[in-house]
């Protein structure tokens, strides 16, 4: 099916210039009353003209902004069974007194009701891609093919096995069965990376292995790092090294690598990060109902170091609205510099479209809405009373808009939601499913 948006508000971040180091600003393109033609899953047009001899379908954009589809650059898709599970505790205690004894209570099925679950709510809310990491993989994987989304997805290695090697180690062989099933699905429209889940809950012998397997079959790398003052200082204490350090010095960013949270990275690590073209996932909701800390969002940027959002699980912030995430961004790195300059709107439209797709090596397909890439779109209802007026639609779009404003969601030019309706997931099943399986849990 071919599509016309008439007379929609096309708002993209440029995909070219990152972050002016004497202005501190990312460039975007606005386009009122433009005619947007998708064919064959690409954009094939922009333009304040109509095109001739159009028959295929019409959409009217009137008091509408078209968008690139938001990416969710970091989440764990099943552990949305935990929403509002285990709320106001630090991350160690969130993880090992209540979460990892919950995680053992989840079987395949549970976590397919929940990933669709949460698919649900990424895709009304307007995210079009997201990456992954977690267990269940090979089930998260066959969810996502069917909800239509992209994604690139990561089987976590967790492990002090002494004997340690990817190729006989239960979850290193599930990672390689995920690679053979999975990875170029649908011509890229599901990838999978490599990941290892931590430097507190691995060590050298499992980076160096999963390293040189991520190397082999040219995978990316999803790891988390540097999410809290605990994991950062006992990881010098025990290393003499930070983790960016250690990882580092044990092949992890030998290959192109999301590092998640980077909430005390210090000089020498962002400079490690710059050289090794390492993207900084911002989770910054998610690191303040943990009271992780705040990213230095601003110094990586001016660092020259990709940065993109992501929401995190659900059972720490307890929404997959990127919405959300991009005005808390904005926030939260005024407060962190009493500066209200330090994150501008245009730079947080930019990291949660452009920045994403670059940290999912998708920035030739995705992320932008020019000629030629994907039609990975999202419309965003502008009627509603509290986007009005709009002097500034990315302002608008940072600090005003939610989730809900979302009228329309595309993938390759295929219409997944529309007007509250879903396409490819049966909403009214999985919500009675995932009440019924809830149970198992209080």
Excluded at 384 to 413: E, Q, T, W
């Amino acid at each position: 099916m071919n599509y016309l948006f008439e007379k929609v508000t096309v708002v993209s971040a440029d995909t070219e210039s990152q972050v002016d180091r004497v202005e501190n600003t990312a460039k975007t393109e606005i386009i009122s009353d433009a005619y947007v033609l998708v064919e064959d899953g690409k954009i094939s047009s922009v333009d304040r003209e109509p095109p001739q001899d159009f028959t295929g379908s019409r959409i009217d954009g009137r008091n509408k902004v078209l968008m690139p589809g938001l990416i969710n650059a970091h989440t764990h898709l099943p552990m949305t069974a935990f929403r509002g599970y285990a709320d106001d505790y630090d991350l160690h205690t969130w993880l090992n007194s209540y979460i990892f004894p919950a995680e053992d209570k989840l079987t395949d099925s549970t976590a397919s009701v929940f990933s669709d679950l949460a698919l649900a709510e990424i895709i009304a809310s307007g995210t079009t891609s997201l990456s992954d990491m977690y267990f269940f993989s090979d089930t998260i994987a066959s969810r996502v093919a069917e909800a239509g989304l992209k994604a690139n997805i990561s089987r976590a290695i967790v492990s002090f096995d002494d004997d340690y090697d990817i190729r006989t180690d239960k979850r290193g062989q599930e990672l390689i069965d995920l690679v053979n099933t999975w990875h170029g699905y649908d011509s890229g429209r599901i990838l999978i990376e490599a990941a290892v889940h931590a430097e507190y809950t691995s060590f050298p012998k499992v980076w160096t292995s999963v390293s040189e397997y991520a190397s082999e079959r040219g995978l990316r790398m999803h790891i988390h790092l540097s999410e809290t003052k605990f994991e950062h200082e006992a990881c010098i204490e025990k290393y003499g090294m930070t983790p960016a350090s250690i990882l580092n010095k044990y092949g992890i960013f030998n290959v192109s690598t999301s590092a998640a949270h980077c909430v005390y990275v210090d000089r020498d690590d962002i400079e490690l990060l710059r050289q090794k073209g390492v993207s900084v996932i911002h989770n910054p909701i998610s690191n303040m109902k943990l009271a992780s800390g705040i990213c230095p969002v601003s110094e990586l940027l001016s660092s020259r170091i990709n940065v993109a959002l992501g929401t995190d699980s659900v059972s720490s912030n307890n929404s997959h609205d990127i919405f959300e995430e991009m005005k808390c961004a904005a926030l939260v790195a005024k407060i962190r510099t009493n500066d209200p300059s330090a994150l501008k709107a245009a730079q947080v439209l930019r990291m949660a479209t452009v920045g994403g797709a670059i940290a999912q090596g998708r920035s030739n397909e995705c992320g932008a809405l020019y000629p030629g890439m994907d039609a990975d779109l999202i419309l965003v209802d502008f009627d509603n009373p509290h986007l009005i007026p709009s002097y500034n639609p990315v302002s608008n779009i940072v600090y005003s808009a939610r989730g809900c404003d979302v009228v329309m969601n595309m993938v390759r030019g295929r219409i997944v939601y529309k007007d509250g309706e879903f396409f490819t997931i049966d909403l009214e099943r999985v919500k009675r499913q995932a009440r019924a399986a809830a149970n198992i849990f209080r």
